[in-house]
């Protein structure tokens, strides 16, 4: 087979049609690079690899893109790849050469985030959910936190401070605000040993 003739398409690909009437898309740079032009002869093998080779340089350069722009988890990076359009050969080999170069990194991703979260008076438990829903590993997740020490008495003190210091005010304001902080993820331990000496009812309750 040979090229009769190649045409520059939208979002910078290339339309190649052989002599037989097929055609097939390449990146338009990927095509340059690699001399495809009228009146090459291409067999069967040689247009496979240059279509997987073609996705996989696209795959890289969008990865590359996203990275810069946004914290992300080998999963995903997995999940923005195959949302547009990639085959799971092209994400799967992406993914792992991104790692390898060590542009996506859980268990770094994970250190920063648990610090950031815990940081900003997020619960272990909270904090948790949210790294994994960021496409982190539990057991990555969990590791990255029990490296940061947290006291979590001082967490629940800053944070009625800043939001519940109204509420605290009548019994019934704090048992809504032990509900929140329950929701929040902390232990009733903890909870009721900040606001026992708010509270009658908390101090001489059962825990």
């Known amino acids: 087979m040979q090229v009769v003739k190649v045409e520059k398409q939208k979002k910078h690909m290339c339309e190649i049609t052989l002599d037989n009437g097929e055609t097939f898309l390449l990146d338009s740079t990927y095509t340059a690079q690699n001399c495809?032009?009228?009146?090459?002869?291409?067999?069967?093998?040689?247009?496979?690899?240059?279509?997987?080779?073609?996705?996989?340089?696209?795959?890289?350069?969008?990865?590359?893109?996203?990275?810069?722009?946004?914290?992300?988890?080998?999963?995903?990076?997995?999940?923005?790849?195959?949302s547009a359009g990639y085959n799971d050969s092209t994400v799967?080999?992406?993914?792992?050469?991104?790692?390898?170069?060590?542009?996506?990194?859980?268990?770094?991703?994970?250190?920063?985030?648990?610090?950031d979260l815990l940081a900003r008076n997020v619960s272990k438990r909270e904090a948790l959910y949210k790294i994994v829903s960021k496409g982190i590993p539990r057991d990555v997740a969990a590791a990255a936190l029990e490296e940061n020490e947290c006291d979590e008495t001082a967490q629940i003190k800053a944070l009625i401070a800043k939001k519940y210091a109204e509420k605290i005010k009548t019994e019934d304001?704090?048992?809504?605000?032990?509900?929140?902080?329950?929701?929040?993820?902390?232990?009733?331990?903890?909870?009721k040993s900040v606001l026992s000496e708010y509270s009658e009812e908390l101090k001489y309750s059962e825990e």
Do not use: N
């Open 36 to 82: 495809i032009h009228t009146g090459v002869p291409l067999c069967r093998e040689e247009i496979k690899l240059h279509t997987e080779q073609s996705q996989y340089k696209r795959a890289l350069s969008y990865s590359v893109w996203y990275i810069e722009r946004y914290s992300a988890s080998a999963k995903k990076l997995g999940q923005k790849l195959k």
């Open 173 to 191: 304001g704090i048992r809504k605000t032990v509900a929140a902080l329950a929701r929040k993820g902390f232990a009733y331990g903890s909870i």
């Open 92 to 115: 799967k080999r992406t993914v792992a050469r991104m790692c390898e170069l060590g542009l996506i990194d859980d268990g770094e991703l994970a250190r920063r985030l648990s610090q």
